[in-house]
């Protein structure tokens, strides 16, 4: 096993944290592992990155479900618009970008905009991460029509990310139901897991016809390898300052933005 493998299975382990402790952020790092590290395309990746969220974010969300800690009102609230803009944007405009196409005498692939749209979803995770230790010093409001819109308008932004780029949205999950709906930081982390999991397995079935292409070796010892982090990260989630962590994680994420970013341009000018 090469290298780059070992690696990409070692940060499996980081992705399950990430996720056990806040949440979010973890499932944003899984479209680049599998597509630097084990070397799958772009648009096949999402897939893969949408499975392994879909199995992480249920488990995770078994026991707040079963034990009452997910308010599965408010949920709907979020889910339901957040489902439309998934399928939506699996089935029509995924697949509504060329595989090639060409502005000026530059030729730009789908694989190529899919990086560049995912770099700057991590930059924005990676800021909102860092400002939301201040934004969730907030106490509790009471629901209005403002607030439904807002959580509303919320879903389907994240259902739009979960369907270009594979990534969960926990970022805007879990602020959204803090500042708009009041919920506490760890009822909405419960929640936020629960809504990944949901919109990743609904992502995942609206293309399913494309699941032959998965390496399910790899696929399967990867996810497995987050279920694990999954666990250490729910263990310690009330023994750590969880907003703090994601402040400095927010950083972690930014660096491998502008390297994704960087990556991306150098490759799109010497094309």
Same mark, same amino acid.
């Given at each position: +096993?090469?290298?780059?493998?070992? %690696?990409?299975?070692?940060?499996? %382990?980081?992705?399950?944290?990430? +996720? ?9 790092? #899984? ?14 990746? $999402?897939?893969?990155? &949408?499975?392994?969220?879909?199995? &992480? ?30 399928? $939506? #944007? ?38 909102? +991460?860092?400002?939301?230790? *201040? ?45 708009? =709906?009041?919920?506490? =930081? ?39 390898? #987050? ?7 729910? *263990? ?11 402040? =400095?994680?927010?950083?972690?994420? +930014? ?5 994704? =970013? #960087? ?9």
């Amino acid at each position: +096993m090469e290298l780059l493998f070992i %690696i990409g299975f070692l940060l499996a %382990i980081l992705v399950g944290l990430s +996720m056990g402790l806040m949440g979010s952020g973890g499932s944003i790092l #899984t479209l680049p592992i599998f597509v630097y590290l084990f070397h799958i395309e772009p648009q096949y990746a $999402l897939d893969y990155s &949408l499975f392994s969220i879909g199995v &992480l974010a249920l488990i995770g969300s078994v026991e707040p479900v079963t034990k009452g800690k997910v308010d599965l009102k408010t949920t709907a609230i979020f889910l339901i618009p957040s489902l439309v803009s998934v399928y $939506l #944007t699996k089935r029509h405009l995924l697949t509504a970008i060329p595989a090639q196409f060409h502005i000026a005498e530059l030729s730009i692939s789908r694989n190529h905009v899919i990086m560049l749209l995912f770099s700057f979803v991590i930059l924005v995770s990676a800021l909102a +991460m860092i400002r939301r230790r *201040k934004q969730l010093e907030v106490s509790a409001v009471m629901l209005h029509i403002s607030q439904v819109l807002k959580i509303i308008t919320a879903g389907l932004l994240v259902g739009i990310m979960t369907g270009l780029v594979g990534a969960g949205g926990g970022f805007i999950i879990v602020p959204s139901l803090v500042l708009l =709906l009041g919920i506490p =930081l760890k009822q909405a982390i419960a929640t936020s897991l629960f809504i990944i999991g949901l919109n990743a397995s609904f992502g995942l079935g609206a293309n399913y016809q494309l699941l032959n292409h998965m390496n399910w070796p790899i696929l399967l010892i990867f996810t497995l390898i #987050t279920l694990i982090g999954l666990q250490i990260g729910s *263990k310690w989630k009330d023994r750590l300052e969880v907003v703090r962590l994601q402040g =400095l994680f927010g950083y972690f994420l +930014m660096s491998i933005g502008i390297l994704i =970013l #960087t990556f991306e341009v150098i490759q799109f000018v010497n094309h």
